[in-house]
């Protein structure tokens, strides 16, 4: 089972910028991936998703035009660029793989249809 390691989080100010990264164990081209969030007391939530290829993305309505999702198979990385931070950004990222792929892209957005799920990165956005 592919194994995944984010890092990039750290301490920003609003308007700030930061970038992700979700390194994996084993070659990324097989999966569907997706990076999540959570904050103290809420649910885990959808950010964005990436298509095994790269040629479909998907994103919450809450970080639309502000982070962007790639991905480069080459080196088994995902990437999220989070730009224009909020405090209300402040949350645990979490990068996860799905190995699912018609039923993935019908809707992204669910926690269910990931396999596997790294440790989590964190992201404090201070006003």
């Known amino acids: 089972q592919v194994q995944l390691v984010e890092s990039g989080g750290g301490l920003v100010q609003a308007g700030g910028s930061l970038r992700l990264s979700c390194a994996a164990s084993?070659?990324?081209?097989?999966?569907?991936m997706g990076w999540f969030r959570q904050a103290p007391g809420k649910e885990r939530e959808f950010v964005a998703a990436i298509s095994r290829s790269g040629g479909s993305t998907y994103y919450a309505d809450s970080v639309k035009g502000r982070f962007t999702i790639s991905r480069d198979n080459a080196k088994n990385t995902v990437y999220l660029q989070m730009n224009s931070l909020k405090p209300e950004d402040t949350a645990v990222y979490y990068c996860?793989?799905?190995?699912?792929?018609?039923?993935?892209?019908?809707?992204?957005?669910?926690?269910?249809?990931?396999?596997?799920w790294g440790q989590g990165t964190q992201v404090t956005v201070s006003s």
């Open positions: 084993e070659r990324t081209f097989f999966y569907n």
């Open positions: 996860a793989a799905s190995q699912r792929i018609t039923t993935w892209a019908l809707d992204p957005t669910r926690k269910y249809k990931y396999d596997t």
